[in-house]
Each structure stands twice: as structure tokens, then as C-alpha cells.
């Protein structure tokens, strides 16, 4: 992912607040990176059952990650809550690249712009099949 400045709040669609834990934090009073990885991947698929529109996870229709990436601007930690805000980058036919951008608190811009591609594919045989009609409304209504 290249580098680029933050992105700042009005370039996302939809927001979850994550209060983060005193474990999130790394020797050097960081929040881990690994940890900022949980928040997008929250943030997405909070969204995802929010829509009501994919069964998850007893759907025939599932995502699967297949690419993800993540460039940092600044730290994040506890004890500040953590704002994800989540936009569609594109609509596949079975895929979806969101992007998230995860700020402190209220910030204007973005500690960190997050990468996170889903394919969706059938619960059984993991194919690629075609979005849902009614998920990919939803998606636009985000992008």
C-alpha cells in the first residue's frame, strides 16, 4: 500500500467506536499492530451483520479475507477510544475492497488507512459465487 497522508473522517461512510483494553498495548505503551488488524476486521464484518443482509456465519454466502494491508500515520492506545470508519473501494463481482480508517478518538485524521479485501464464496464448496443482490445494495450505500 502506497504511502499517502491520513485520510480524515469525511472520507468514510460509516463509524463503530472500539474501547480499547490495557492488553492492546505493547511494551512501548503502542498498540500492537496485530491489534489494529482486529479493529478493521471488526469494524467490516460489525458492519456486514449490521446490513442484515449476509447470514454470518450460517450463511450459504461467506467473505473470506484475501488481502489486507495497513499504513500507520500515528500511535493508538490505551486508554483512548478507537473510531473506525469503514467505505467500500470497490464492488466485485464476488469480491469487496473496503477501506478503514482508524482515528483517536474524535481526530480529524486517521492514525492508521487500512486495505481489507473480501471474496464471498459459497459456505460449502469456498467458490467464488456472485454478491447477493441485497448485499451489494447495501455496499452502496457506503461507497
Known amino acids: 500500500m502506497p504511502r499517502t497522508p491520513p485520510a480524515s473522517r469525511d472520507a468514510y461512510r460509516h463509524f463503530t467506536r472500539f474501547e480499547t483494553r490495557w492488553r492492546d498495548n505493547d511494551v512501548y505503551g503502542h498498540m500492537n499492530n ?53 467505505r467500500v473501494d470497490h464492488i466485485g463481482s464476488s469480491s469487496v475492497r473496503y477501506a478503514v480508517g482508524l482515528f483517536r478518538g474524535d481526530s480529524a485524521l486517521a492514525a492508521a488507512d487500512a486495505l481489507f479485501t473480501h471474496v464471498y464464496v459459497d459456505a460449502q464448496t469456498h467458490r467464488p459465487v456472485p454478491l447477493p443482490e441485497a448485499f451489494r445494495r447495501a455496499l452502496r450505500t457506503i461507497d
Open 34 to 86: 496485530a491489534v489494529f488488524y482486529e479493529y478493521v476486521d471488526s469494524a467490516v464484518n460489525g458492519w456486514i451483520v449490521g446490513s442484515g443482509t449476509l447470514d454470518v456465519p450460517k450463511g450459504a454466502v461467506v467473505g473470506l479475507v484475501v488481502a489486507s494491508a495497513c499504513v500507520f500515520h500515528a500511535s493508538l492506545g490505551f486508554p483512548d477510544p478507537v473510531d473506525a470508519g469503514v
